[in-house]
């Protein structure tokens, strides 16, 4: 049941369709500002095409996705500069280093890119910064795409994955980090397979689940 409360996203009878076998359909719900929400269920229940049709990047068999009060389609511009969307893909480009590699991405998003070796060091890359993107591991590639997350402004992220190829000490750095978006009036909705060392009354789970047909 949606909420009263005035949402930042609100999903309206999604119905989603792959490969002629329906992942969820009428599935409806609102994420509020100051909330964490994971997407959970297992493997093909449709948890990353999920946040895609909530990204924008792929359209719904039915229903509609709003953000505050219009549809996401209806105001494709206005969404996107609220958006940060990170997939399975890090979007790393192999023939930059790691500092040029995110001094585009922050330029691309309209913030200083001198930001760029300030806001590896977050990262644990500070003595990575001039290394190519093609020397350095895929956990590495992860963490240049993640450490987009210290100079973004979008009130809206999503993230599918975020914790893959990271360790402990990363992953509760992330954690932090998302506490503090959400605090801050913006929303995380991300899916992973590990448990959140994050306060529950922060959390919403929507949980999705695997169906034959």
């Known amino acids: 049941m949606l909420s009263d409360t005035p949402s930042l996203i609100q999903a309206k009878q999604l119905t989603c369709i792959r490969e002629d076998r329906v992942l969820f359909e009428h599935l ?14 297992p493997n093909g229940a449709g948890k990353t095409s999920l946040l895609r049709i909530l990204a924008g990047l792929s359209m719904p068999f039915e229903g509609d996705i709003f953000y505050k009060t219009l549809s996401i389609h209806e105001q494709p511009e206005v969404y996107c500069q609220d958006l940060l969307y990170l997939g399975h893909m890090p979007g790393v480009k192999a023939e930059l280093s790691a500092q040029e590699n995110l001094a585009f991405n922050l330029a691309l998003n309209g ?45 809206v992220w999503i993230l599918d994955e975020p914790f893959t190829a990271i360790d402990k000490q990363g992953v ?23 448990d959140l060392a994050i306060d529950p009354a922060l959390v919403k789970t929507i949980e999705l689940s695997y169906r034959l047909f």
């Open 28 to 41: 409806s719900f609102a994420i509020q500002p100051g909330e964490i929400v994971q997407v959970a269920g």
């Open 172 to 194: 509760a750095a992330l954690e932090a980090l998302f506490v503090a978006h959400a605090k801050a009036g913006g929303c995380v909705i991300l899916t992973t397979h590990q």
């Open 111 to 155: 913030e200083d890119p001198e930001l760029a070796e300030e806001t590896l060091s977050n990262v644990n890359l500070l003595g990575f910064e001039d290394c190519y993107a093609s020397h350095l591991s895929a956990g590495q590639h992860r963490r240049i795409a993640l450490a987009r997350l210290w100079q973004n402004k979008a009130k």
